[in-house]
């Protein structure tokens, strides 16, 4: 419960990292990445859906990137749980790493240029359908990446952080119940104790994230983006 709670107000609040530090506990106590995957998906049905209400609800999403995104996250989804139940997925964290990495350093440069330029000069147009692709593809992969891939990116060209958070966050939910959907095909074993702990702390969380999401500057949640990405970055690389 503590550690759904802790995970949930850092997702909520960032945007990313959920499935991230859930997975991180699972694996360490010997939880294959498969099953680990699936068992952090079902408790985000709840979170997910708990925290893009909340978003939506203070206005925090934009509809237009939101529609963009969710199409390409529930196929990405779809299709790495479906390669994850056939491979090892820790063999493919290294790269995502790396990915993030370079991310995490874009989005702390680009705080130090913020003040050169406005938002609507240095937003640069992305591919959403290949970016929200890849990010429910690795989101299935690793046991949480959606966030980290598109908040990240999406940030670092320049998108309006508060506003990427909530969008990404009400998009996951979706893209989470179509992992799930999946998993439930493939696979026949979830932990549930975890799943149960994860559900109430993490559900009781997710109104406090969207608060502060609504509350903190804009530059504030670039840096906080930035750091908690390359933390996350070079822990996947390292281990």
């Known amino acids: 419960m503590i550690v759904g709670f802790l995970a949930q107000v850092v997702d909520g609040?960032?945007?990313?990292?959920?499935?991230?530090i859930s997975?991180?506990?699972?694996?360490?106590?010997?939880?294959?990445?498969?099953?680990?995957?699936?068992?952090?998906?079902?408790?985000?049905?709840?979170?997910?859906?708990?925290?893009?209400?909340?978003?939506l609800k203070l206005g925090n999403v934009d509809n237009s990137l939101?529609?963009?995104?969710?199409?390409?996250?529930?196929?990405g989804g779809v299709l790495g749980a479906?390669?994850?139940?056939?491979?090892?997925?820790?063999?493919?964290?290294?790269?995502?790493?790396?990915?993030?990495l370079i991310m995490g350093i874009r989005i702390l440069?680009?705080?130090?240029?913020?003040?050169?330029?406005?938002?609507?000069?240095?937003t640069r147009r992305r591919h959403y359908s290949i970016l929200g692709l890849l990010g429910g593809f690795f989101?299935?992969?690793?046991?949480g990446g959606w966030g980290p891939i598109v908040t990240s990116t999406l940030v670092s060209d320049g998108k309006n952080p508060r506003k990427t958070i909530g969008s990404v966050n009400?998009?996951?939910?979706?893209?989470?119940?179509?992992?799930?959907?999946?998993?439930?095909?493939?696979?026949?074993?979830?932990?549930?104790?975890?799943?149960?702990?994860?559900?109430i702390g993490g559900s009781l969380?997710?109104?406090?994230?969207?608060?502060?999401?609504?509350?903190?500057?804009?530059?504030?949640?670039m840096i906080s983006l930035g750091c908690i990405i390359t933390f996350l970055s070079i822990r996947m690389i390292v281990f």
């Open 82 to 100: 479906y390669i994850l139940t056939n491979i090892d997925g820790d063999k493919i964290k290294p790269f995502i790493g790396i990915y993030l």
């Open 170 to 199: 009400a998009a996951e939910f979706f893209v989470t119940i179509s992992e799930v959907v999946a998993f439930f095909a493939l696979l026949s074993q979830f932990n549930w104790s975890v799943i149960i702990g994860l559900i």
């Open 109 to 122: 440069y680009k705080v130090t240029t913020m003040h050169k330029h406005s938002e609507e000069k240095i």
């Open 13 to 20: 609040a960032l945007g990313m990292a959920y499935g991230t």
């Open 205 to 221: 969380a997710a109104p406090i994230a969207a608060l502060i999401t609504k509350k903190i500057p804009a530059k504030v949640l």
């Open 66 to 75: 939101f529609k963009k995104l969710l199409i390409p996250g529930v196929i």
């Open 23 to 55: 997975n991180a506990l699972l694996l360490t106590v010997g939880v294959p990445p498969a099953i680990s995957s699936a068992s952090v998906h079902f408790a985000e049905i709840f979170t997910t859906s708990i925290s893009g209400f909340s978003h």
């Open 139 to 143: 989101d299935a992969i690793g046991g």
